[in-house]
Nanobody
Framework: QLQASGGGLVQAGGSLRLSCAAS????????MGWFRQAPGKEREFVAAVTWSGASIFYADSVKGRFSISRDNAKNTVYLQMSGLKPEDTAVYYCAAKRTIVEVTRPSYDYWGQGTQVTVSS
């Protein structure tokens, strides 16, 4: 299971750190990703990191503002978000994928329940 936390209400320009804790199995060999979904929109890719952390992927919309990292010893992945904008408002989901193929598509094997991020202008 994946449990996302850390969401909340923040003003534009502010920062939040999301955490995704895994339980029930170890995800140290999985690609871990973050997606988000705003009301009325499709789920979109935000960031992903391979099991070793050697490869990291970001959506163009968050490059330079968001940073993904993982701590395999804690079975946890993080999403540090800074310079938040109102258009970042969404429910953020963490997910795990067995392979590195198509990491920007929502074809992940496991999903967390989501955490709400709201950015006020």
């Amino acid at each position: 299971q994946l449990q996302a936390s850390g969401g909340g209400l923040v003003q534009a320009g502010g920062s939040l750190r999301l955490s995704c804790a895994a339980s029930g199995r170890t995800f140290s060999s999985y690609v871990m990703g973050w997606f988000r979904q705003a009301p009325g929109k499709e789920r979109e890719f935000v960031a992903a990191v391979t099991w070793s952390g050697a490869s990291i992927f970001y959506a163009d919309s968050v490059k330079g503002r968001f940073s993904i990292s993982r701590d395999n010893a804690k079975n946890t992945v993080y999403l540090q978000m800074s310079g938040l904008k109102p258009e970042d408002t969404a429910v953020y989901y963490c997910a795990a994928k067995r392979t590195i193929v198509e990491v920007t598509r929502p074809s992940y094997d496991y999903w967390g329940q989501g955490t709400q991020v709201t950015v006020s202008s």
